[in-house]
T-cell receptor, first 113, second 111 residues
Framework: SQQGEEDPQALSIQEGENATMNCSYK?????LQWYRQNSGRGLVHLILIRSNEREKHSGRLRVTLDTSKKSSSLLITASRAADTASYFCATPRGDNAGNMLTFGGGTRLMVKP | EPEVTQTPSHQVTQMGQEVILRCVPI?????FYWYRQILGQKVEFLVSFYNNEISEKSEIFDDQFSVERPDGSNFTLKIRSTKLEDSAMYFCASSEAGTRSFGPGTRLTVT
């Protein structure tokens, strides 16, 4: 798979359920970021997890990072219809703060009310 | 909370024409970027800009593309002679370090 590939590509759940999205990457990273994109809109940064962290929480979001498997997961708990969006993982190339981000293909999440 | 802004929100142009997409990054940010997303495809990096020069660019960013920071607030992307395949959403982003703040995008349609 390419750097920053998410699965599943699409996920449909009922409101109140949890949604789990996975991301795999190929090269070494110093952090991994998750972004959200509502249809036709810009990207909103959700959470950044550093390579020395294993888990991070932000509200209803929980992100894990397994550098040995080169994978990350994003869990949204108690989902709401407003969580319907595409979710992307992104990894920077290199250690420089300005390095390019490589985005995965995204997971399209639909939360049905 | 400060935001990255972009203008216009939608630009329609004819093939071969020049377009300039404008962005106002967050004022204390030092790094500026352009990304694009062709409909239904991944977000792709175009170029990053730091200290008044390009710091990194992708293969997509060929001689038809240029960036400029003409003053202390604006950051522009120019496409000299647009092609049909340049039709996409173009996102500007800025950062201090680490996380990027993205603008809402400019939808470019080349006819």
């Amino acid at each position: 798979s390419q750097q920053g590939e998410e699965d599943p590509q699409a996920l449909s759940i009922q409101e109140g359920e949890n949604a789990t999205m996975n991301c795999s990457y190929k090269t070494s990273i110093n952090n991994l970021q998750w972004y959200r994109q509502n249809s036709g809109r810009g990207l909103v940064h959700l959470i950044l997890i550093r390579s020395n962290e294993r888990e991070k929480h932000s509200g209803r979001l929980r992100v894990t990072l397994d550098t040995s498997k080169k994978s990350s997961s994003l869990l949204i708990t108690a989902s709401r219809a407003a969580d319907t969006a595409s979710y992307f993982c992104a990894t920077p190339r290199g250690d420089n703060a300005g390095n390019m981000l490589t985005f995965g293909g995204g997971t399209r999440l639909m939360v049905k009310p | 909370e400060p935001e990255v802004t972009q203008t216009p929100s939608h630009q329609v142009t004819q093939m071969g024409q020049e377009v300039i997409l404008r962005c106002v990054p967050i004022s204390n940010h030092l790094y500026f970027y352009w990304y694009r997303q062709i409909l239904g495809q991944k977000v792709e990096f175009l170029v990053s800009f730091y200290n008044n020069e390009i710091s990194e660019k992708s293969e997509i960013f060929d001689d038809q593309f240029s960036v400029e920071r003409p003053d202390g607030s604006n950051f522009t992307l120019k496409i000299r002679s647009t092609k049909l395949e340049d039709s996409a959403m173009y996102f500007c982003a800025s950062s201090e370090a680490g996380t990027r703040s993205f603008g809402p995008g400019t939808r470019l349609t080349v006819t």
